[in-house]
C-alpha cells in the first residue's frame, strides 16, 4: 500500500458524459501528479499540482481539467467523453520540492467509456 | 523533450534464468532514473532508482540496474528469475519539473 487512494476504482459510462476522479496523496506530500495509462499510449503524464496550484502540464486534452483543494487531495475531471478516453487513470504523489523524490503511485481507476 | 525506450515489448522466461531488460532514453543532460513494476491488477511500485554515485544500483526483491552513461542506458537485471516476478516492468526518467516520462514496458512471463 503506497499511501495514495484513488475513488473510484473502476468507472463505467457513456460517450458524452462528465466524470470526475479523485486522489488522496500519502500524508504530508504537497504534488500530486495525473498519468493515464493506455494500451495505445502507454504511461503518459498528464498534469502536476503543487500545494494547490498547477506546475506541469502534459499531454493533457482541452476536455480534461484538474484541481488540488486546500486539503491536498486532487480531482480530475473528463468531460465530453470519447470511446478513446477508456484508460487506467493513475495519481501519484511526493515532497514535490526536488526532483529526487520518487513518486508513489494509487491503484488508479479504470475508466471504460461505451 | 526526453523520451524512454524500452526494447523487449514481451519476455518470457523459465524459473531461474536471468533476465536484463533494456532501458535507453534521450537527453544530454543529468537525468534521474526509475525501474518501476506493475504486477496484475495492481499499482506501481518502485523497484529501485538513480540519481547520482555508484551507476550500479541495488533495488527492491534481488533487482540491480546499471548506469551507462555513454550509452544513454539504465538496463535492469536479476540473476535468477521467480514466478512471482511475472509483471511488467516500466523505466522511467526525470529531468525537471518532477514528471516521470515512462518507456512502453515491457510484460515479463515466467514459467514455473
Known amino acids: 500500500d503506497s499511501g495514495v487512494t484513488q475513488t473510484p476504482k473502476h468507472l463505467i459510462t457513456a460517450t458524452g458524459q462528465r466524470v470526475t476522479l479523485r486522489c488522496s496523496p500519502r500524508s504530508g506530500d504537497l504534488s500530486v501528479y495525473w498519468y493515464q495509462q493506455s494500451l495505445d499510449q502507454g504511461l503518459q503524464f498528464l498534469i502536476q499540482?503543487?500545494?494547490?496550484?498547477?506546475?506541469a502540464k502534459g499531454n493533457i486534452l482541452e476536455r480534461f481539467s484538474a484541481q488540488q483543494f486546500p486539503d491536498l487531495h486532487s480531482e480530475l475531471n473528463l468531460s465530453s467523453l470519447e470511446l478513446g478516453d477508456s484508460a487506467l487513470y493513475f495519481c501519484?504523489?511526493?515532497?514535490?520540492?526536488?526532483?529526487?523524490?520518487?513518486?508513489?503511485f494509487g491503484p488508479g481507476t479504470r475508466l471504460t467509456v461505451l | 523533450a526526453q523520451s524512454v525506450s524500452q526494447h523487449n515489448h514481451h519476455v518470457i522466461l523459465s524459473e531461474a534464468a536471468s533476465l536484463e531488460l533494456g532501458c535507453n532514453y534521450s537527453?544530454?543532460?543529468?537525468?534521474?532514473l526509475f525501474w518501476y513494476v506493475q504486477y496484475p491488477g495492481q499499482h506501481l511500485q518502485l523497484l529501485l532508482k538513480y540519481f547520482s554515485g555508484d551507476p550500479l544500483v541495488k533495488g527492491i526483491k534481488g533487482f540491480e540496474a546499471e548506469f551507462i552513461k555513454s550509452k544513454f542506458s539504465f538496463n535492469l537485471r536479476k540473476p535468477s528469475v521467480q514466478w512471482s516476478d511475472t509483471a511488467e516492468y516500466f523505466c522511467?526518467?526525470?529531468?525537471?519539473?518532477?514528471?516521470?516520462?515512462f518507456g512502453g514496458g515491457t510484460r515479463l512471463m515466467v514459467k514455473p
Open positions: 522511467a526518467v526525470n529531468v525537471a519539473g518532477n514528471m516521470l516520462t
Open positions: 501519484a504523489s511526493n515532497g514535490g520540492d526536488s526532483s529526487y523524490n520518487e513518486q508513489f
Open positions: 537527453y544530454g543532460g543529468t537525468v534521474n
Open positions: 499540482y503543487y500545494n494547490g496550484e498547477e506546475r
